[in-house]
Each structure stands twice: as structure tokens, then as C-alpha cells.
């Protein structure tokens, strides 16, 4: 019998960027295959209103961009920005939907739908209110999808 010395154990993967939130990657795959970003809740709202909504933009193309890497299909970053700019309520009914269909995807049932866009009638309280909502439902997916932080 020989000596020879065990493997050299592998590196653990290399992290995700990371910004204001964290991005959290599923179990088994790899780090470019990011699922989303985590944000906190609390802190968005703050940026929002700190930033004159200059981090809602941010928000909106790093949300709409992981819901199409994630899904395969959707808005994108992009296309969701130049819907933000031209018109805004769009983004209330398409981003649950395309939550929605995240949940479906993963033979989940969802929390909302593009019903729930519907609180844009309520301005500032109904936005908030939207906006937690589609949040927390992100939040819950990208961690029930077997996702660990980063």
C-alpha cells in the first residue's frame, strides 16, 4: 500500500455580486446561474425614498433581469426599465404575473398573481403595500427553491 496524500479538497465557489440585498444562489447549481436578490424590505423602502426613486429603477431591472435568467422567458431588465419610465402601471400587474408563473413553474402555489396589481389605485399606501407583498413573495421563492444566502 502506498501513500499517497487525499485530494486536495475542492474551492468553495466563488460568491455572487452582491449589493444592498444579497444574492442567493440554489443548491446544486452554479453561481452564474443566480436565482435572485434578497432584499430586505425595510431597506428598499428607504433607498426609494432617500434616492427619489432613482433605486425603484434599480429594483425594477435587477427584479425583472433574475425573473427571466430564473425563468427562461419574461421582461428583462431592460424592457421592464423602458416600461417603468413609459409607463409604470404595467410593471404593478406584470411582475406578480411573472411571479406568479415562478411559482407555478416550481409546482408551488403563489402568494399573488396580476390581481394584485390592482393596489396601484391606492397611491403611496397601495404601493407599499404592492410592493412588500411582491417582495416577501420573492424572498420566500428564491429560499424555498432550495436557495442559501450568499
Known amino acids: ?3 499517497v496524500p487525499p485530494p486536495p479538497a475542492s474551492a ?3 460568491l455572487p455580486p452582491s449589493g444592498p440585498g444579497y444574492y442567493v444562489t440554489p443548491v ?6 443566480i436565482g435572485g436578490a434578497f432584499y430586505s424590505i425595510g431597506l428598499t423602502i428607504l433607498l426609494t425614498i432617500v434616492t427619489l426613486s432613482v433605486w425603484a429603477y434599480l429594483w425594477t431591472y435587477r427584479t425583472s433581469e ?4 430564473y425563468n427562461g422567458d419574461g421582461l428583462g431588465g431592460v424592457l421592464g426599465i423602458v416600461i417603468l419610465f413609459v409607463f409604470s402601471p404595467v410593471l404593478f400587474f406584470t411582475i406578480p404575473n411573472e411571479i ?7 409546482g408551488q402555489e403563489s402568494p399573488i398573481s396580476a390581481v394584485w396589481g390592482l393596489w396601484i389605485l391606492l ?8 410592493y412588500v ?9 428564491w429560499l424555498s427553491a432550495g436557495s442559501r444566502p450568499a
Open 100 to 106: 406568479k408563473n415562478l411559482y407555478q413553474r416550481a
Open 66 to 69: 433574475d425573473l427571466k435568467r
Open 123 to 130: 397611491p403611496l399606501i397601495g404601493w407599499i403595500v404592492w
Open 133 to 141: 407583498k411582491v417582495q416577501r413573495s420573492l424572498n420566500s421563492f
Open 28 to 33: 446544486g447549481r452554479p453561481p452564474e446561474s
Open 12 to 14: 468553495p465557489p466563488p
Open 1 to 3: 500500500m502506498s501513500d
